[in-house]
């Protein structure tokens, strides 16, 4: 079952800021997020582990809920280079079978 | 994407053809994936691998098959092609944190 993202799409001027959201029915040991640019394969951005910390690099941080099953992803004071589709992918705690379930995607489109 | 080699990049195929698509990865990691990628859909995992000779299905596994005789090489096959496999195939290994993906095979079949 895919996990379930929100927005669906957004639209922001270059300098301001974005949430984007990932849930989950089932329980995680990971979430992973990935940014895709058109007509390319998506990059991996960030990883958070069960227990572990918020992760982030630069202006993208994330923080996971493992009670809520849910991630969020942080873009502060977007550049025109963010423009991309954003995914989650989630991971059950089933060592041995790892596998990513992605969501959706959301369209982020940054405008001068 | 560097480590990560799809080809080919772009086919056409006719309804019943068959054609192999071929991950290579110039790495050692163990895990394997294909997935597709349609509009709206995101990306849907096909099959997997957990190690060489090892293969397993994952959500979309239906019209497809696969192979992992060496480690580096994860093979998806179509024996009888539809118009619905129709989408852009990626390959992916899994590193120590993340995936990563090879450039895509976009499959049109007609």
């Known amino acids: 079952q895919q996990p379930v993202q929100s927005p669906q799409a957004v639209i922001l001027r270059e300098g301001e800021d974005a949430v984007i959201n990932c849930s989950s029915s089932?329980?995680?040991?990971?979430v992973h997020w990935y940014r895709q640019k058109h007509g390319e394969a998506p990059v991996f951005l960030m990883i958070l582990l069960k227990g572990g910390e918020q992760k982030g690099h630069e202006k993208i941080s994330a923080s996971f809920n493992e009670k809520k099953q849910q991630s969020s992803l942080y873009l502060t004071a977007s550049q025109l280079s963010y423009s991309g589709t954003y995914f989650c992918?989630?991971?059950?705690?089933?060592?041995?079978?790892?596998?990513?379930?992605f969501g959706t995607g959301t369209r982020l489109t940054i405008i001068p | 994407n560097a480590g990560v080699t799809q080809t080919p990049k772009f086919r056409v195929l006719k309804t019943g053809q068959s054609m192999t698509l071929l991950c290579a990865q110039d790495?050692?990691?163990?895990?394997m994936y294909w997935y597709r990628q349609d509009p709206g859909m995101g990306l849907r995992l096909i099959h997997y691998s957990v190690g060489e000779g090892t293969t397993a299905k994952g959500e979309v596994p239906d019209g497809y098959n696969v192979s992992r005789l060496k480690k580096q090489n994860f093979l998806l096959g179509l024996e009888s092609a539809a118009p619905s496999q129709t989408s852009v195939y990626f390959c992916a290994v899994k590193r120590n944190y993340g995936y990563t993906f090879g450039s895509g095979t976009r499959l049109t079949v007609v």
């Open positions: 790495m050692n990691h163990e895990y």
């Open positions: 089932k329980a995680l040991y990971s």
């Open positions: 992918g989630t991971e059950p705690p089933n060592f041995g079978n790892e596998k990513l379930t």
